[in-house]
């Protein structure tokens, strides 16, 4: 990045484009989120404890952020070798599945979640099966790890992929010709060195876990205390015009998600400061 | 406008890299001489496992994608065409179906468009300047990625609502915003917001600002510098955000559901009419307008590879 910016840029416009970004930042996303801020403070911090600790709040974030963790965990493991079977390895339609994991980035939160929740079901291709096994996933818990699961897989592949891609082989060449075994210079020398962008995608997976609502609901059952995420609790609250409610909860996610923002950025520092060659 | 862009150091991108499995052609193994008892091909093979080993990763790999991924993507089509292809078309030709077809249309334009003119200022701003607090603006853009749609669409709720900020004013100058399309495509501006700006801000920032400075000393006006040099540097770049920010904007559930109100023929998006059809059982119409939104995904997903190898063309002979 020798060409960057200019230290004094003789360019035009500067004033202008500076002063509409800003207008219209504040205006669709600064103000909506500070009313959402402002609102909760027309509840004494009693109730808004109130709010938080209720049982059914409760669950509902533990639910949430309980089976996202969960299912950052295996999209972590899931991840790490879809991209080295991606990026180590030639074989048939590799090219397709690289293509392929892109998908759940891509298809609507909706059409995800009534598909998984087809499949899934007690008399879907998958569900089928599972209920002969005695395992139900539609309309359990299971059903919302695995809607999670699908939403985060694309993350943890697409932050270590290029990482993996880069990695210089001569680390790996130099192990082995010093005798380490393979199982070492994997465990001991190329997994190490992808840490920070495994711990990247798997804080992104995780954000986007927590706040998942289309493709989750579907699948869920949504039984209050057992199946009910934190974003559909929201939405019931709204509903029942119990604004108050709704923004108490909203402002933890919310809260938890920037924290999660923050963390990555921490992450991404670190990073670079390992690899002083980017 | 010929001026050459100078050396642009840009960074490898995923897709132009062929990965390869057999190292020995490229980059010959060092010389073992510690070990004279490895057998000859493990030397050549410093750098892959054991087949056995590559074998099961590679099934795991392709297992996983396969059930979790590609099996929910043939089952919207399967379950969309379990009555035939007559109910197929019959359900896509509802009244229902046609409005919600229609709002979905419109509220993407209309974010693209916004989020499109936005994204080209932020990032000429951006970019193109050294100014305090830089990280901190990029951060503030990329907002909307880390809330979640249910929470970008409350906060408008709280602001444009019965019992919301501007709610009294609004209801007494009978201005509608919620549970309308004004609402509608507030929350989905809302969610697609980063798209653009995200996508054009690393380009152009590597693209540095010679050229543009060279045709302003060469006497060109602000906007002749955008049109003519600029805008021609970023078409795919732009062409990319705007792909990612119209597939959202259509696809986006969370945040439209709290604000559209459901009113049936008037406020549903496409897949808000997912959800009210799945809802009622009326399986073949519900997975009819899903398998249009699956199909829209597809083709951004193929039009989004061709795009990123036209970026790393673009690249590419920008670098030699």
């Known amino acids: ?278 | 406008m010929s001026m050459q862009t100078g050396v642009v150091t840009s960074p490898k991108q995923l897709r132009s890299y062929a990965p390869e499995t057999d190292v020995s052609v490229a980059s010959p193994a060092p010389r073992v001489e510690t070990a004279p008892s490895r057998p000859v091909a493990a030397q050549r093979n410093l750098r892959t496992e054991p087949g056995p080993v590559r074998f099961i990763i590679i099934t795991l790999a392709v297992a996983f994608l396969s059930v979790f991924v590609v099996l929910p993507l043939v089952v919207v089509f399967a379950s969309a065409f379990s009555k035939g292809v007559g109910a197929y078309l019959a359900a896509l030709a509802e009244p229902e179906a046609l409005s919600a077809i229609r709002l979905t249309l419109l509220v993407a334009a209309i974010s693209v468009t916004l989020n499109l003119v936005f994204g080209v200022i932020a990032a000429w701003a951006i970019s193109k300047f050294d100014f305090a607090g830089k990280t901190l603006l990029v951060t503030l853009i990329d907002l909307p990625f880390s809330v979640s749609p249910v929470i970008s669409g409350l906060v408008f709720v709280l602001l444009f609502g019965a019992q919301g900020y501007f709610g009294p004013w609004l209801q007494s100058h009978n201005v509608q915003i919620l549970f309308a399309v004004p609402g509608i495509a507030l929350a989905t501006v809302f969610v697609t917001f980063p798209f653009v700006a995200r996508a054009l801000i690393p380009l152009m920032q590597e693209q540095g600002t010679q050229e543009e400075e060279a045709a302003i000393s060469l006497g060109a006006s602000g906007l002749q510098t955008f049109f003519r040099v600029t805008l021609p540097n970023i078409k795919w770049g732009l062409l990319y955000g705007v792909l990612l920010c119209n597939a959202r904007a259509m696809g986006e559930f969370g945040a439209v559901s709290v604000v559209s109100g459901h009113i049936r023929g008037e406020t549903n998006t496409m897949p808000l009419l997912v959800e009210i059809l799945y809802n009622e059982y009326q399986f073949v119409s519900s997975f009819a307008i899903a398998s249009l939104l699956a199909m829209l995904a597809l083709i951004t997903l193929v039009v989004k590879t061709i795009l990123e190898r036209r970026l790393d063309e673009g690249e590419a002979v920008d670098g030699d």
């Open chain 1, 1 to 278: 990045m020798s060409t960057a910016v200019a230290r004094r840029s003789t360019l035009p416009g500067f004033g202008l484009t500076m002063g509409l970004t800003l207008t219209w930042l504040s205006v669709i996303i600064l103000l909506p989120l500070a009313g959402l801020f402002l609102k909760t403070f027309e509840l004494s911090l009693d109730q808004f404890w109130g709010v938080i600790t209720s049982r059914r709040t409760l669950s509902a974030l533990k639910v949430s952020f309980g089976l996202s963790f969960a299912a950052a965990c295996v999209n972590l493991v899931m991840g790490t070798i879809i991209v080295w079977a991606l990026v180590r390895y030639r074989f048939p339609g590799r090219r397709l599945f690289d293509a392929i994991v892109d998908i759940p980035f891509a298809l609507p939160t909706a059409v995800a979640g009534v598909a998984l929740t087809q499949l899934f079901a007690q008399k879907g291709w998958l569900g089928a099966p599972l209920a002969e096994l005695g395992i139900k996933v539609a309309f359990t818990p299971i059903g919302i790890f695995v809607a999670m699961i699908f939403i985060g897989i694309p993350f943890v592949v697409r932050t270590v992929q290029p990482v993996l891609i880069d990695l210089d082989p001569e680390i790996e060449e130099a192990a082995a010709s010093l005798g380490a075994t393979r199982w070492h210079t994997v465990f001991r020398v190329i997994l190490p060195s992808l840490i920070p962008a495994l711990l990247t995608g798997f804080a992104l997976a995780f954000a986007r876990a927590i706040g998942e609502y289309g493709s989750v609901i579907f699948i869920a059952g949504n039984l209050p205390n057992v199946s009910e995420i934190a974003p559909l609790l929201i939405v019931i609250r709204l509903s029942e015009f119990r604004y108050a409610d709704a923004t108490a909860i909203a402002v933890v996610m919310l809260v938890a998600s920037f924290l999660i923002i923050f963390l990555i950025n921490r992450l991404q520092h670190w990073a670079q400061a390992r690899s002083p060659v980017h």
